[in-house]
């Protein structure tokens, strides 16, 4: 009985939309001169603040891509569809533009500089987008700017895109850190059309902007931190294509018709498989399986649902020494359901975000 309970529970739990949090402000600004001076004065603080940084990272590109070829200029459209130039620090060899006529770039691409892939990972390669929001192309927050050549293609595969084109794009977004690169277009989407919509919030950007500067400080911190320690000391490069997470508080519940539900705790998931515990032998068949998590943040609960097929890898005894249940641990290869539990998987179980 409280297994049937437990199903329908977990399976309600798993939201429709990305969730929004109560009080969330949004991009669109109900005193447009008066949210364009708080822009330009923070604009002006982080210029100052950055400009070091800045100046070393365009003398560390100019030595490779030459001083004019530094920063990178290229065409986006900003509010109503206007055009303007959009600038950043080279991070692509040149036949990159022939791979991204029409698209994005994809992950392991190939065409990123040595340098430039350290700095797309760290998001360093955005900061010359601050004259952008100096100049008044680019608010702080808000969406991400888009190509006119992939714009124009999403507004007519996705409804309510052009929504995005009533506010000015952003240095930062809420989408840009709170999903990951492989979101579905349709999620940032919804997203982003709903977030143009709202009235922007002045407190909760400040927080916002705040945490944002703060992990992506310690996320550059740590690739450039990781990347000194592999060349001061010789020690190996992380070979692993898909690298694997350890979520706390996490687990996953396999069904069949055959079985029942079963819970188990979840050790480690990358993109493709999930290492869980069972002290019960599965077979080697299909299963329903809702992977859950209990958030250290006020206690909520994030669920998401796939198919999977369990592999048995390692069985050892729990208690050494003694007579006891036996652990198995398998290796279920799981496939989401739909690109919206591929999000939910990516952020919450992943832990790919910046937030």
Not at 219 to 232: N, S
């Amino acid at each position: 009985m409280w297994r049937a309970m437990a199903s329908q529970r977990l399976i309600s739990d798993v939201p429709a939309r990305p969730p929004f949090r109560r009080g969330v402000g949004g991009y669109k600004p109900s005193c447009p001169k008066c949210y364009r001076a708080w822009n330009l004065v923070l604009a002006v603080v982080l210029i100052v603040a950055c400009l070091p940084l800045m100046a070393l990272i365009f003398a560390a590109v100019a030595i490779k891509a030459g001083p004019r070829n530094a920063v990178h200029c290229g065409i986006r459209y900003g509010i109503h569809r206007n055009t303007f130039r959009i600038y950043k620090f080279r991070t692509l060899l040149a036949a990159a533009a022939l791979a991204t006529q029409d698209g994005v770039l994809p992950e392991r691409n190939g065409f990123e500089t040595r340098l430039g892939r350290y700095l797309r990972r760290t998001r360093l390669d955005e900061l010359p987008q601050l004259f952008n929001v100096l100049r008044g192309d680019m608010n702080l927050l808000g969406p991400r700017p888009v190509r006119p050549e992939i714009a124009d293609r999403l507004c007519v595969e996705i409804p309510q895109y052009l929504l995005r084109f009533g506010v000015k794009p952003g240095l930062v977004g809420y989408s840009q850190l709170l999903m990951t690169h492989g979101t579905d277009k349709h999620i940032r989407a919804r997203f982003n059309s709903k977030l143009s919509q709202r009235p922007v919030d002045l407190v909760g950007e400040a927080i916002f902007l705040v945490r944002a500067a703060t992990a992506l400080t310690l996320g550059a911190v740590r690739v450039f931190g990781k990347r000194g320690m592999i060349m001061l000391h010789g020690l190996p490069r992380e070979r692993r294509q898909q690298p694997r997470s350890r979520p706390r508080n996490s687990f996953a519940w396999l069904y069949h018709r055959a079985h029942g539900w079963l819970m188990m705790p979840l050790v480690d998931i990358n993109d493709e498989a999930v290492a869980v515990l069972s002290n019960k032998l599965l077979e080697q068949m299909e299963y329903a399986v809702v992977l859950t998590r209990e958030l250290s943040i006020g206690g909520r609960r994030r669920s998401a649902r796939c198919i999977g097929v369990p592999r048995l890898r390692t069985c050892w005894q729990l208690a050494r020494g003694e007579k006891g249940p036996c652990a198995y641990r398998y290796i279920v290869s799981y496939e989401p359901r739909d690109s919206q539990q591929r999000y939910l998987i990516d952020r919450y179980f992943r832990c790919l975000t910046v937030l």
